[in-house]
T-cell receptor
Framework: NAGVTQTPKFRVLKTGQSMTLLCAQDMNHEYMYWYRQDPGMGLRLIHY???????AKGEVPDGYNVSRLKKQNFLLGLESAAPSQTSVYFC????????????FGPGTRLTVL | AQSVAQPEDQVNVAEGNPLTVKCTYSVSGNPYLFWYVQYPNRGLQFLLKYITGDNLVKGSYGFEAEFNKSQTSFHLKKPSALVSDSALYFCAVRASYSSASKIIFGSGTRLSIRP
């Protein structure tokens, strides 16, 4: 099993450009998450999904959109990138069952100039 | 509201010595508690979790954690540190009655093991 994969691994954008980050999992997990990791701030939840066709806002959703058209994929979109969105983005998945742990992808390092 | 605190940004330990990485939490009701480890340029990996029962939880790579309800703590421990344990460690918590999406991560503690 590949687990959770993310593409791309690195990306540099100019302010105002758009892009989509792709997350895929092969564990048949119901729940999927997008986090951003910034120095000294731990992980902050951007958006999450509790099943195919569902999405919900997390702690820091502004400037991002998501879609979960297929159970195994969770897309994160930046419509108009800003320097404040420079971060490392992690996707994770879990069964959603009681006390289930999350499985994380390797991350995408995004720089917005 | 729930929260989790890792009071130390960095912990330095000599190889072979015991290590402790501290975590305290605040939730309403019973907590589910987790520890994750992050190696450089990698995603987080699950180490162990506390759900209920025995206060001492054993996990991967020889790590264990002790749940202390009265002190609202869940410290990560290892009897003998290895250089390869050097990494960033995250504590996480959520209330047992809440959705799996309502997990809160601490800010992380960097563990450095010197040879």
């Amino acid at each position: 099993n590949a687990g959770v994969t993310q593409t791309p691994k690195f990306r540099v954008l100019k302010t105002g450009q758009s892009m989509t980050l792709l997350c895929a999992q092969d564990m048949n997990h119901e729940y999927m998450y997008w986090y951003r990791q910034d120095p000294g701030m731990g992980l902050r939840l951007i958006h999450y999904s509790v099943g195919e066709g569902t999405t919900a806002k997390g702690e820091v959703p502004d400037g991002y959109n998501v879609s979960r058209l297929k159970k195994q994929n969770f897309l994160l979109g930046l419509e108009s990138a800003a320097p404040s969105q420079t971060s490392v983005y992690f996707c994770a998945s879990s069964t959603g069952l009681e006390a289930s742990e999350q499985f994380f992808g390797p991350g995408t390092r995004l720089t917005v100039l | 509201a729930q929260s989790v605190a890792q009071p130390e940004d960095q912990v330095n330990v000599a190889e072979g010595n015991p290590l402790t990485v501290k975590c305290t939490y605040s939730v309403s009701g019973n907590p589910y508690l987790f520890w994750y480890v992050q190696y450089p340029n990698r995603g987080l990996q699950f180490l162990l979790k506390y759900i209920t029962g025995d206060n001492l939880v054993k996990g991967s790579y020889g790590f264990e954690a002790e749940f202390n309800k009265s002190q609202t703590s869940f410290h990560l421990k290892k009897p003998s540190a290895l250089v390869s344990d050097s990494a960033l460690y995250f504590c996480a918590v959520r209330a047992s009655y809440s959705s799996a999406s309502k997990i809160i991560f601490g800010s992380g503690t960097r563990l450095s093991i010197r040879p």
